[in-house]
């Protein structure tokens, strides 16, 4: 028998424990079998508490316990990369107490701690026994003294375990999958291997080469989270995704605290966003538009639109995607019934020139102009559209205040459209002289010049 010292101390990474070391045990197996196809298996005696993991007809180079050797970098397939978690997740189990045995081919390797004179510390190694399994054409590593719930604890953070049919939405190996059952939400894999829990998730994800881990497979930051989560979600959008799931990224968006829905306006294309505003006409009618507060609310109504106040993360989804707008209403508003001045009653047309008299202040209106209407949408007001000048008749049923607002924000798109600048300052101007006029005070020349 000969013994194979390993230059590792008892004490290297300390906080690896029992997860850490049949993680990197299965780990190194499950790549095995991505690089070179022998069928990794790994089974559980729960009589004798034993662990068993097995490479068929795979043989195990003695370089793979020399730190800095490894066949795995730059092998976008495998799970790990730096060629050290066979040894380390072997170290930490024989910390941790358990026995730990790898058959290669005819040889047995038994790993133990021993005091090195060499090296002055205690340090891991191997008892090798030669030729104890002629017959043997397998790789096995098998640890003793693992406990029921240990085991079934550990192979749950590995995908390649489940059924194959609950996992996984999406098509890109580069940035992952989606995992929509309720199991996965919240648990972040990385090709397919458990690396954290993460509270604020609608799914669970299994992370591809997007994501690059350090030795310890952890510590995902949170923007690399989010970030990763909505280029998934795209992913999976601008295919042929399930209703189910978009109807679940829509209801991820109404969410005001959401992980994935930060992120999700700006990595949606197009395309996608184009589905959500889909099911959001569904849900609210054709007229709909949405918007963030008050105001918005008040812009969709001058133009007939039914404003749907949203939180902010379907207000940046849906910002400037065609047929959101509600200008899109404004031109689909119908005129029912059309009236002249002589047909309103002498409160009505006194509304209707005061309020022309104090817009011409800045823009002038004639009452002769304008055109006194019945809308074909009940939630329209007023309009400008072609040029010209539209008001509701309701609106002369309000008191003046209305009817002023009405006239001033349409006449004030004969200087700028809604949105903009011009047209927010003019209205300013408007009401600045209004009050002036109240007060009775008159505009010095200075400050008529710059109301003007």
Known sequence: MGTAELPITSEYLPKWKTWEGLREVIQNALDEEIQNEHEAAVYFDEETSTVTVTNKGSTLDPRAFLFGHTTKAGDARTIGEYGEG????????VREGYEVRIDVGSDVWTARFLNSRKYKAKILAFDIEKDVNPNNENVTVTVKGVSASEYFAAIKRFLRFYPAEVIKEGTSSFYGYVLTEAQFRGRIFVKGVWVQDYEGLEFGYDFGN??????????????????TAAHVIEEVLKGDCSREFLVRIYNV??????????????????????????????????????????????????????????????ADTMDGLEGMEASRI???TGVEKEYQLLHLSADEEKKLRDACELVSEVVRVKIED?????????????LYFGGEIFVARKVL?????KVIQVVCHEAMHLVGADGTRTHFDSQAIV?????????GEKLDEEEKGVLN
């Open 210 to 227: 997007s994501v690059e881990l350090n030795r310890d497979r952890n510590l995902v930051s949170d923007f690399e989270i989010s970030w």
């Open 370 to 382: 304008l055109r006194i209407v019945d809308f074909d949408s009940i939630s329209t007001y007023g």
């Open 330 to 332: 404004a031109e689909q």
């Open 431 to 439: 009401l600045c002289k209004i009050i002036s006029s109240l007060w």
């Open 253 to 314: 968006l109404e969410k005001e605290e959401s992980v994935e829905a930060q992120r999700l306006a700006r990595s949606l294309s197009t395309e996608s966003k184009a589905k959500l505003a889909d099911l959001f006409r569904e849900r609210h009618g054709e007229k709909a538009v949405p918007v963030r507060d008050r105001n918005g609310v008040e812009k969709a109504e001058f133009f007939g639109a039914q404003p749907v106040i949203v939180t902010p993360h379907m």
């Open 397 to 401: 049923q309000r008191p003046l205040w």
């Open 86 to 93: 066979l040894k380390l997740g072997v170290l930490a189990l």
